[in-house]
């Protein structure tokens, strides 16, 4: 009932198939533009909103650079207040520690707040593989899940999916998972609502465990944060006797006082709204409320290698809003499963490369889905400059094939166009043949480059030749 | 407390290696780069004229109820938000005039998820109110009970006294106390997740009702 985008092809094939699915295109038009509208709506309301990004920037900025500090403080305050702290270099062994935590309480399921990092490692298949079940808990992860597909967005990922398709997934689904949709379940939002609200119900009051992430975890006070909308957060944050979160190293925010302007900007950004429905804190155990086993699992997986990046490393300040995916024209027509990641859209683009490193065809190929129009650095709560970093991690796209015995076709023009370019006499030779180059090409070999893009005419005259002709005086232009 | 104790020990040598693996890759991620040491200081929020109303009118747009009442009329107000015949749940440390209007209510002291899921409405006080946001934020104390009392009923009243009402969210996370468990909530839960539709009533409370008391003299 799983599945894992490993094995995706690269951006390109990816784009077109995506394309030519009217149906995904028509959904995220839809709902791309609506929340568009809905965050410039609250977004307009705030005067001092420039301010409020470079401060939210800030305070990620001073948690990144002082990050080993931070780090071992938060361990400290989380300590003090009773939770247990894991370190995870990767995805293995965060995925360890959960399941290690599962089968120490017997448990043969959890209930799952929506997260990207479990997400990420993989958790629930790692769970799956060791006969414990995670139900995701959060509307659009538990139509993705039931489903049997993979989530499309960072915020809403079922954005793919329309009312009729997710009523016949609840009623083919939903009774295999536990409490069957009613019968006459109807493609009524609120039905929808209703029926995975009954669903989960029954779920939520016999769990024992709950996995969840964090979208903060506040250094000095050892208090992690989650923003959600449906409550199901707070069941899982609650009920349970056993709580796990999985928290990735770079959502360290060094004092209480500086999660306010996080707290501001994030839910304006990701659902547009002035604040989401539901925040739950909580640091460490709570002596008779809530889990009396807390623990918190620090995880690296490539995050230490993004950091290393001089220029990648603003990435890390991402909180996760999606505000990047709504405003970008080309997530906006192809969707998320082209990027094949959890993390899609201009974010994806920039962080897979950073956290996985570039050297393999699909991560490679992310850093060029993009036209470079700038709307997400402009849409960015945190003011990451998408665009720079892209540019960045083409480079290194290319550097990591100089060295290749086969060069690619665009390496040999650059080093060609180098060659020609570098001496007048070249250059002049080549201006002769301009003419018979193109026809040439246009004939043999460009279909690629010509498929999305036009080759230029050649002109009748070459700059020199007319020089010559003339001596440089336009009367004489000839033309 | 031995076995979690023991297990903590256990586990913090099983990961020791891992975390000096991963501060070290962060020390020498930011090698040459200098940390900030003063803490950023955030623009002001918003402050509107008139607090309490701009609240009320906040906590509305999400399609929750909000009435304002005098200190005499509280009472009434909170009886007449519970459907007749609701069964009601207080935390412990409601005020005496609370309590005073749901005679019949249970007291939390402890009841499994299974025995609050039997019930239809909590009633409790809250901590601070955010009039920016509409967002009000419980810290669990004893006006307010446990994190589940407010969770797993149905309906959930909340009494706001007036000089609980703070501008904007920076002046709510200047009051609140981060050791205790916070729960912030602006309207009832709700979900986005089809069509971008939104959905009142998912598994929080499906009706909030605010009742803010205006203060006299």
Redesign the interface.
């Known amino acids: 009932m799983t599945h894992t985008f490993v094995g995706m092809p690269p951006f390109p094939t990816a784009a077109r198939e995506a394309l030519a699915d009217t149906q995904l295109r028509h959904?995220l038009v839809?709902?791309t533009a609506?929340?568009r509208g809905k965050r410039a709506g609250v977004v307009a309301?705030?005067?001092?909103w420039e301010?409020?990004r470079l401060?939210g920037a800030?305070?990620k900025?001073?948690a990144l650079?002082?990050?080993?500090?931070r780090?071992?403080q938060l361990?400290e305050s989380l300590?003090a207040?009773?939770a247990?702290?894991?370190?995870?270099?990767d995805a293995a062994?965060a995925n360890r520690?959960v399941v290690d935590v599962a089968r120490?309480h017997g448990v043969d399921e959890v209930v799952k707040v929506k997260s990207m990092v479990t997400q990420e490692i993989g958790l629930n298949e790692a769970l799956q593989a060791a006969g414990i079940a995670a139900w995701e808990?959060?509307?659009?992860e538990l139509?993705v899940q039931l489903g049997g597909d993979l989530p499309s967005h960072i915020l809403?990922p079922?954005i793919h999916r329309?009312?009729a398709e997710?009523r016949d997934i609840f009623r083919r689904r939903m009774a295999e998972a536990g409490r069957p949709a009613p019968a006459d379940l109807s493609d009524d939002?609120?039905a929808?609502?209703?029926a995975?609200?009954a669903h989960?119900?029954e779920k939520?009051?016999r769990a024992r465990m709950a996995v969840s992430g964090a979208n903060f975890a506040?250094a000095d006070?050892g208090?992690l944060v989650v923003v959600e909308?449906?409550?199901?957060g707070?069941?899982c944050?609650?009920?349970p006797d056993v709580l796990v979160s999985v928290v990735g190293?770079e959502k360290v925010v060094?004092?209480?006082?500086?999660?306010?302007?996080l707290?501001?900007l994030l839910p304006r950004s990701s659902?547009g709204?002035?604040?989401?429905?539901?925040?739950?804190?909580?640091?460490g155990v709570?002596p008779?409320?809530?889990p009396q086993?807390v623990h918190v699992v620090?995880l690296?997986n490539g995050r230490?290698?993004a950091?290393?990046d001089d220029v990648g490393r603003q990435a890390l300040r991402c909180i996760r809003c999606s505000a990047c995916l709504n405003v970008c024209p080309v997530y906006e027509r192809v969707g998320g499963h082209a990027y094949g990641s959890v993390y899609p859209g201009p974010i994806g683009a920039i962080l897979n490369p950073l956290l996985k490193g570039t050297g393999d065809p699909q991560t490679d190929s992310l850093p060029y889905a993009s036209s470079l129009c700038g709307a997400c650095f402009e849409a960015c709560p945190v003011r990451i400059d998408i665009p720079e970093v892209l540019v960045h991690l083409r480079s290194k796209v290319v550097d990591g094939h100089r060295e290749d015995r086969v060069p690619k076709p665009e390496a040999i023009a650059m080093r060609s166009a180098a060659w020609t370019l570098s001496r007048g006499p070249r250059l002049g030779f080549a201006e002769r043949l301009t003419g018979t180059g193109l026809g040439v090409a246009r004939r043999f070999g460009a279909a690629r480059w010509t498929s999305a893009r036009d080759l230029p005419a050649a002109p009748r005259e070459s700059f020199r030749a007319w020089w010559r002709r003339t001596d440089g005086r336009l009367d004489d232009s000839g033309g | 407390m031995t076995p979690?104790v023991e297990?903590?020990r256990a586990?913090?040598g099983a990961?020791k290696p891992?975390?000096d693996?991963?501060?070290g890759?962060?020390?020498?991620?930011?090698a040459g780069?200098?940390?900030?040491r003063e803490?950023?200081?955030?623009?002001?929020?918003?402050r509107a004229a008139d607090l309490v109303a701009r609240f009320a009118e906040?906590v509305a747009?999400?399609r929750a109820t909000v009435v304002h009442r005098a200190p005499g009329d509280v009472a009434v107000s909170v009886a007449a938000a519970l459907p007749s015949g609701a069964r009601v749940v207080v935390p412990p440390g409601l005020p005496d005039d609370l309590r005073a209007a749901v005679a019949g209510a249970v007291v939390d002291d402890?009841l499994s998820?299974?025995e609050l899921?039997e019930i239809d409405a909590v009633v409790t006080c809250c901590r601070v109110a955010?009039a920016?946001?509409?967002?009000i934020v419980l810290d669990?104390a004893p006006d307010q009970g446990?994190?589940?009392v407010t969770?797993?009923p149905d309906r959930h009243v909340c009494v706001v006294r007036a000089h609980q009402v703070v501008a904007?969210?920076?002046d709510a996370?200047?009051v609140l106390d981060?050791?205790?468990?916070?729960?912030?909530?602006?309207?009832?839960?709700?979900?986005?997740?089809?069509?971008?539709?939104r959905?009142e009533?998912?598994?929080?409370?499906r009706v909030l009702h605010v009742i803010v008391v205006e203060e006299t003299g």
Do not use: C, K
Not at chain 1, 84 to 89: C, D, I, L, S, Y
């Open positions: 959904n839809h709902a609506t929340i309301e705030v005067e001092n301010e409020l401060a800030a305070v900025d001073r650079r002082g990050l080993d500090e780090l071992v361990e300590t207040r009773g247990v702290v894991h370190w995870a270099r062994e520690v120490r808990t959060d509307l659009a139509i809403v079922a329309n009312r997710i939002p609120a929808l609502a209703a995975a609200r989960l119900r939520f009051l506040v006070t208090t909308s449906e409550g199901n707070r069941m944050l609650t009920l190293i060094p004092t209480w006082a500086e999660l306010d302007p707290l501001r659902t709204e002035r604040m989401n429905p539901y925040t739950s804190t909580w640091s709570t008779g409320d809530g086993e620090l690296d230490t290698r950091l290393a | 979690v297990v903590r586990q913090r990961s891992a975390r693996e991963i501060l890759r962060v020390r020498s991620a930011l780069v200098e940390p900030d803490p950023v200081a955030a623009p002001p929020g918003v906040r747009d999400y402890g998820a299974a899921d955010i920016e946001t509409g967002t669990h446990r994190r589940a969770l797993v904007d969210v920076p996370v200047a981060p050791e205790r468990p916070l729960t912030w909530i602006s309207g009832p839960s709700a979900t986005s997740d089809i069509e971008l539709d959905v009533g998912v598994h929080g409370p």
